[in-house]
Structure formats: C-alpha cells, structure tokens
C-alpha cells in the first residue's frame, strides 16, 4: 500500500486548469515521489463568459515535474514545475508550492476518517506572454488555502472532498475551488474519478465591455470531470495515465484532456 501512497497526490491534472492540488494520502516520514508527466489538451469552443460559447479552437500540450515528500507522517511537502506549449507560446509556467497536514484522524472498524489542511503558493516563472487565447497563464501569483476530508475504506475504496479560497494578487480575481473524488488503491493499482469545480469573484470577460486590457483580469469559472489509472510496475516504478474533459465554465475552453507519466518512488530511511 506505501507504494500508492507515495504517488497518489501527483494524480492531478498538471495543465493550465489542474484538478485539486491536494489528496487524503500521505507518504509517511522520509518517503517520496518524482513524477515526469506529459498531456494534451484540445479546447474544442470557448466559454466567454456572457457571450457565450464562441467556435474558437486551441490544443495546449504540456509537460511537468512534480515532487512530492513526507516531512513527518502528517506533513507532506509537493512542488509542480510546468512546461506548456500553446501554439507559438512556449515556456515554463507556474511554480507551486503547497504543505498538508493532517490534522487528526479517527480508525474504525471498517475504515479510517482523516481531516487535513494544506497551503501553497504558486507564481509565474517566466515572463510569459499576456493577452491572447494561446497564453498559457495569466502570471497571477496565489495563496491557496483549503480543508480536507478524507475517508479510506479497509478494502482500499475510499472518497475525498477538499475546498477552500484561493486568494489572488491583484488584478487576477480570487477564487474558490471544490474537488469531490472517489477511487480505490491496492497494492498494484490505483485509479479514480473526480469532479473539480473553480469559481472566480468578479473579473473581466473575453469579449466583454470595455474589451479586457489587462488578461491577467480574466474571471477563470469551470466545471471539469475526469480520472486516473495507476500501475505500479515494481517498489520503484509506476506508470499512470488520465483523462479530464472541461464542460463548462467562464473565459476557459471546452474540451477533453489527455495525460501519462512515470513515476519514481524513493525512501531516504537510514
């Protein structure tokens, strides 16, 4: 079971809208994860705003590093590196940061209760270029805040819901996320459904009145489902792969995506 764990929270989608940042597993004390992912996105309409759907298309790849590790046996720490390429927009986007810790748990006879709470900060890396539909960002530097519950069934099914606020400097509007998702981890596989949901307080439309200035001003809405499959192929290595599709939302496209990685797993115990 300690070889999911290590890896279950790097299963988030890692594009420019991923899901939850933050899962109900931890690593344990001196246990971690490197994960180098892949994906694609392909944005079939574009939701903007009171406008409407707009026939507008953009297929968006990425790649990601992501870290993650265990402080203590309640304290992770995880760090995501993203690259995208969006049309002629190339280059790395947003460092995140985030620290979990889990408050108290509760073990019963048929499973374990855990309420957790976990912060990050994420900001652009690069001086990426603003104010088309191909950005790959919006350089908004963010301080995530969110609560976790999280339930794990003995036969290893288990369901998780986190929310929380997401405040943004200004002129990118805060936000607030929900994440609900629900799976089962065993010792070889994982895998999960999700439904992820982003609601932003104010901002500006693509199209809107006066036309936006400024795109980091962007008001970012979506409702997004998806899942994940993980295998693990020994105590060191794994492979998984997901798939999400955007339905709908606010000044975001409209559209599946599709993503794989590897996944190395380590311990620094003496």
Known sequence: MKKI??????LCAIATYGQ??????????NNGAVVLGLGFEDGKKYFAGGSG????TRSVSYGNIFG??????DLDVNISIPYIVSDDNADFQDISVYL???LFQIQGEKGNFEISVAGGFSTNLTDYDLGGLNDIGQ?????????LIHYKWNSGWFAT???GFSFKVDPTPNSMPLTVKAGKATAKWYYDV?????????GIDYLGTPRPQDFREFGVDFQKTGGTVYHSLSDTFGIYASLSYVFDGRNIFKGPGYGAGIVYNFSTKK
Do not use: C, M, P, W
């Open 68 to 73: 993650a590790y265990g402080l203590t046996e």
């Open 53 to 56: 759907k707009l026939d507008l």
């Open 194 to 202: 999700y439904y992820d949901f982003q609601h932003s307080f104010g």
């Open 139 to 147: 350089q908004a530097t963010i301080l995530d805040g969110k609560g």
């Open 5 to 10: 764990i290590t890896i279950v929270i790097l």
């Open 100 to 102: 979990k810790y889990r």
């Open 20 to 29: 939850g940042r933050i899962d109900g597993f931890y690593k344990g004390k």
């Open 161 to 163: 819901a986190q929310s």
